[in-house]
């Protein structure tokens, strides 16, 4: 679609030829290339370009379509030589750029506060995807103990045996291990998660950073657990993915996935010889784009909301004797951390951990909180507006052996929440309470 910019606005035009010689700066990334700095990401996206749909409409309009046309032989010619591209609005088929996904990948650059961005059918594809294009045969990645068991299992099993790319997993609070692990001229990524995946342990980005700039490494990031939250690339980070089907989709509804980082990147993932995305195929569907980027302008709404109920549960929940892991309580070892990294009144993440040591005692008050209390429901994912829970060690973390599980912190009875925000706060609390009151009821669950 061709576009007249009004101030930060874009409405729909008529095709252009290729001969149509129009500069442009609001293509999937910016002209310049500037250096990242701290910006508010509620601010980032009012900021950004809103596109108006062809006709009008205040919603931008959903391009479906499979292929392009052009408007003159000799432009197919030099779209596929690379003269020609998106920049300039010429697309040639979906599976490459797509206007409505370019769109969607505008507002996640803005969240993130990267130069580019591009969504995928997955957050694993996603993953999946940057680490390929960033790695050959025999390449070689280090990344955190702690990661969702998808990802481990990627770096753990499938890499090496297809790819011939190993890893070496760390203790990211030791730095002497990080910095012994990076292999200067060998280590090509340093991956984890801003907040780890079930633990909740908050990595120090702008070290961990530095550490592995000073090697020549790269740094990639999930901030699945953290939009609004934390800010990775503002912090350091060279490349910041997402599983957008979580906290930004909300909805439980939509599988996708995000690669934030420069354009260079971006643009080389989607090379018509060499690109990771174009080549493997991880498309978005131009209509769940559109679905996504609808719901981004309320995600600094419902951040604030899942927060704010995570921290008072949490807070409660240890008044009560409990074994809440929380890095919004002033006793969790990352919590410092966290406040000097975290992006000021969005709060200390939606999900909280309770361990219940065994997992017999997980179950048991799962069970009382689903299917009496009705406080939330037994599933995977997270970001829902209901709460969701599960017990990390076997479902979501089920990847990993015992041992493993031992060194990245998850117990057998780890209990994950994601706090949701349907319903009064009072009023699920008290549903808590009740369950939780139930779980304990040794005349309903006598000891063996």
């Not at 950004?48 to 006709?55: C, K, L, V, Y």
Request: glycine content about 8%; aromatic content about 6%; some cysteine.
């Amino acid at each position: 679609m061709a576009e007249t910019g009004v101030r930060n606005a874009v409405f729909s035009g008529k095709k252009r030829g290729a001969s149509d010689d129009i500069d442009r700066d609001d293509y999937v990334v910016a002209k310049k290339s500037l250096a990242p700095s701290w910006e508010d990401p509620a601010v980032a996206l009012a900021n950004s370009r809103h596109e108006f749909g062809e006709h009008g409409g205040v919603n931008m309009s959903i391009e479906a379509s499979a292929t392009f046309t052009v408007m003159e032989p000799e432009t197919m010619r030099r779209m596929f030589s690379g003269e020609l591209g998106p920049d300039r609005d010429f697309f040639i088929y979906s599976r490459h750029f797509n206007p409505t996904v370019l769109n969607l990948g505008r507002q996640m650059a803005a969240l993130e506060g990267t130069e580019a961005a591009y969504c995928t059918a997955s957050g694993m594809s996603a993953i999946s995807s940057v680490l390929l294009q960033l790695c050959s045969s025999g390449g070689h990645v280090v990344a955190s103990r702690a990661l969702y068991g998808g990802t481990h299992a990627l770096l753990t099993h499938f890499f090496p045996r297809a790819c011939n790319i190993t890893t070496t997993f760390v203790d990211l609070t030791d730095i002497e291990m990080v910095k012994e692990a990076i292999v200067e001229g060998k280590t090509k990524v340093l991956y984890f998660e801003s907040m780890s995946n079930p633990t909740l342990k908050v990595a120090n980005v702008p070290e961990l950073c530095r550490i592995a700039h000073d090697k020549g490494a790269t740094v990639v990031v999930d901030n699945t657990f953290s939009p609004m939250v934390l800010s990775p690339a503002r912090l350091g980070a060279d490349v910041v993915v997402h599983s957008i089907s979580k906290f930004i989709s909300g909805g439980a509804d939509i599988i996708a996935g995000a690669v934030c980082g420069p354009a260079s990147l971006v643009n080389s993932m989607m090379d018509l010889h060499q690109g990771s995305l174009m080549l493997l195929g991880p498309t978005m569907n131009a209509k769940v784009a559109f679905e996504l980027a609808e719901r981004i302008p309320h995600l600094g709404l419902r951040m604030k909301e899942h927060c704010h109920r995570a921290l008072t549960y949490a807070t409660r929940m240890k008044k009560l004797g409990l074994k809440v892991v929380y890095p919004g309580l002033e006793d969790h070892p990352d919590h410092q951390l966290l406040k000097s990294l975290a992006n000021k009144e969005y709060g200390y993440g939606g999900l909280l951990c309770l361990d219940m040591e065994t997992e017999e005692r997980a179950n048991r008050l799962m069970n009382q909180l689903q299917n009496v209390a009705q406080f939330g429901f037994m599933a995977v994912s997270l970001g829902y507006h209901e709460t969701l829970m599960s017990c990390s060690g076997n479902s979501t973390s089920s990847e990993m052996n015992a041992e493993e599980k031992a060194m990245a912190g998850i117990s057998p009875g780890l209990i994950r929440m994601s706090i949701g925000y349907s319903g009064t706060l009072e009023q699920r609390w008290g549903q808590f309470e009740r369950a939780l009151t139930r779980s304990q009821d040794s005349t309903l669950f006598p000891k063996n």
